[in-house]
T-cell receptor, first 115, second 113 residues
Framework: NAGVTQTPKFQVLKTGQSMTLQCAQDMNHEYMSWYRQDPGMGLRLIHYSVGAGITDQGEVPNGYNVSRSTTEDFPLRLLSAAPSQTSVYFC??????????????FGQGTRLTVV | AQTVTQSQPEMSVQEAETVTLSCTYDTSESDYYLFWYKQPPSRQMILVIRQEAYKQQNATENRFSVNFQKAAKSFSLKISDSQLGDAAMYFCALSPTNNDMRFGAGTRLTVKP
C-alpha cells in the first residue's frame, strides 16, 4: 500500500526553469492538496482539488499551476521558477473534506532549491 | 480568515514526564476540525490527534490528549509519559468545512533522557 507518493524527493532548479512535481495516491481519495513548508512557518496551502477536473486556489497560489485529470494524480507545475519558491513541498490526500473529518495522508515531501 | 498561533517555538521535557504544547486559533466558522501533526526529522507529517469543534469531549489517543476550549479558541496538546521517539516538530492545524487547512508555525519538542 503506497499511500501518497511524491517525486522527486530533491530537486535543484535554475531561476526561470520550469518543472512539475508529481503526486500520486492509490487510495481512491477525492481530495488532494499541495502545501509548501518554509523555515519557521507551518505548511501553507497552494492549490487543492475536490475531484477530477476540479481545482481551486489556496493561500499562496501565485507562481504555481495544477490540474487534475485523474483521481490518482495531482501534479504541481512551476512555470518559471524563482528563488522565493525554494521550499519543501508536500502533497496530501483525503477521502473526504478535511473540514468534515477527512484524515489527510501526506507524501514525504519534495525539497526544491531554486538558484 | 483562519489563523493558528503556536507561541512556543521550542519546548523540552524529561523522558517519562508530561508536557503541554499550546495552540490558539481564530476562525469565524462554527464547524471545523482541529489537528495536531507530528513531523520527525524524516519530514513525514503524521496525524497525532484530531478534535471536532462541535464535540465538547476532549479527544485522546493513548498518551496524547487535548484540552479544547472552544470559547477561548484554545487547543493544547498534552503528551504523557514522554518517550525519546516523541521528539519532533509539532504542528497545530485548523480546517473549517472545506479543504483549506491552516497550520501554526510549529513547536520543536526535545525529549531529554
Amino acid at each position: 500500500n503506497a499511500g501518497v507518493t511524491q517525486t522527486p524527493k530533491f530537486q535543484v532548479l535554475k531561476t526561470g526553469q520550469s518543472m512539475t512535481l508529481q503526486c500520486a495516491q492509490d487510495m481512491n481519495h477525492e481530495y488532494m492538496s499541495w502545501y509548501r513548508q518554509d523555515p519557521g512557518m507551518g505548511l501553507r496551502l497552494i492549490h487543492y482539488s475536490v475531484g477530477a477536473g476540479i481545482t481551486d486556489q489556496g493561500e499562496v497560489p501565485n507562481g504555481y499551476n495544477v490540474s487534475r485529470s485523474t483521481t490518482e494524480d495531482f501534479p504541481l507545475r512551476l512555470l518559471s521558477a524563482a528563488p522565493s519558491q525554494t521550499s519543501v513541498y508536500f502533497c496530501a490526500s483525503s477521502y473526504s473534506e478535511i473540514g468534515v473529518g477527512g484524515k489527510a495522508f501526506f507524501g514525504q515531501g519534495t525539497r526544491l532549491t531554486v538558484v | 480568515a483562519q489563523t493558528v498561533t503556536q507561541s512556543q517555538p521550542e519546548m523540552s521535557v524529561q523522558e517519562a514526564e508530561t508536557v503541554t504544547l499550546s495552540c490558539t486559533y481564530d476562525t469565524s466558522e462554527s464547524d471545523y476540525y482541529l489537528f495536531w501533526y507530528k513531523q520527525p526529522p524524516s519530514r513525514q507529517m503524521i496525524l497525532v490527534i484530531r478534535q471536532e469543534a462541535y464535540k465538547q469531549q476532549n479527544a485522546t489517543e493513548n498518551r496524547f490528549s487535548v484540552n479544547f476550549q472552544k470559547a477561548a479558541k484554545s487547543f493544547s496538546l498534552k503528551i504523557s509519559d514522554s518517550q525519546l521517539g516523541d521528539a519532533a516538530m509539532y504542528f497545530c492545524a485548523l480546517s473549517p468545512t472545506n479543504n483549506d487547512m491552516r497550520f501554526g508555525a510549529g513547536t520543536r519538542l526535545t525529549v531529554k533522557p
